[in-house]
């Protein structure tokens, strides 16, 4: 039996190789979850079309079959596990609970209806219990998704796929019911950095333009970039860098091919209002 006992809050990444570590070491682990089921943002955060990536949670599994190890799902802490109740019990605490909100972009127009967190739409694609049940107008036409990171090519990706391609990922079934209806035609990408300082890896820029049904749309001008950007790429500083101003530059200059959907991509743009009386029906941007 071990020696040290040790509680870890949350069952995410993190919290595993924590536990790792930690059975590494001799201790003994029980693991805390809100949710009936671990992983965190592996299960509820990755896309369900990036099922590679969700294979480390073979990794995950092995770490809890170590017989030092606990698992605890549904036990929500601060309601069923107090903090002063873990010294009775535990030699040490790690608390690996992970982001909990969203940042807000504070411009007027972000409460109207219409306008979401991220966090709220991939997890409701994803089956999260706690996003189930919300309810995202999918019948408009266009819809705009601010930020270049790769959550932002997650969710633009996702919104464009085909009911034929999400069917054979692991998307919600009620997420792909709704898709499937879905009248929106074009999604607009608005990135407040260059093509040069976008977040996004160029694995999921790319990704993009293998759509069954979507294209993506980048003006020349959009695909220009400042010349110490330039200087960099001349010097190869960042093979990301490079390549994703390359594959920006090579939608650039590709011929439209007559898709029903569309992925317009701007850059060095920044949302300054939401317009609209009763739900979004508007962005005011600024170059």
Do not use: C
């Not at 509680?7 to 919290?15: L, S, T, Y």
């Not at 036990?75 to 909100?101: C, K």
């Not at 960099?232 to 960042?238: S, T």
């Amino acid at each position: 039996m071990a020696e040290v006992h040790i509680a870890v809050i949350g069952a995410g990444p993190a919290a595993f190789y924590a536990a790792e570590y930690l059975l590494k070491s001799g201790a003994a682990v029980s693991m805390f979850e809100r949710l009936p089921t671990p992983y965190g943002l592996v299960r509820g955060g990755v896309a369900p079309d990036h099922q590679k990536i969700k294979s480390v949670t073979k990794v995950y599994d092995r770490i809890a079959t170590n017989p030092n190890f606990r698992y605890y799902g549904n036990v929500e802490f601060g309601r069923d596990l107090l903090h002063e109740d873990l010294p009775n019990y535990f030699h040490a605490v790690i608390y690996a609970t992970g982001a909990q909100s969203d940042r807000h972009m504070n411009i007027p127009g972000e409460d109207l209806p219409g306008s979401h967190a991220a966090t709220e739409f991939v997890a409701w694609y994803n089956g999260h219990p706690d996003y189930r049940d919300h309810l995202f107008d999918l019948s408009v036409k266009a819809a705009a998704v601010v930020g270049n990171g790769n959550v932002a090519m997650d969710v633009a990706r996702i919104l464009e796929r085909t009911p034929e391609e999400l069917s054979s990922t692991d998307i919600a079934d009620y997420a792909l019911e709704a898709l499937s209806h879905s009248q929106i035609e074009t999604v607009y990408i608005l990135g407040r950095r260059g093509p040069a300082q976008a977040a996004y890896t160029t694995p999921e820029i790319k990704e993009l333009g293998e759509l069954a049904d979507a294209e993506v749309i980048v003006s020349p001008q959009d695909a220009d970039i400042d010349p110490l950007s330039a200087k960099m790429i001349l010097a190869g500083e960042d093979r990301t860098v490079i390549g994703n101003v390359d594959t920006i530059r090579r939608y650039a200059e590709h011929a439209p091919e007559g898709k029903p959907r569309k992925i317009v991509m701007r850059f060095l743009v920044s949302p300054v209002r939401l317009i609209g009386t009763d739900k979004v029906e508007a962005i005011e941007i600024v170059k």
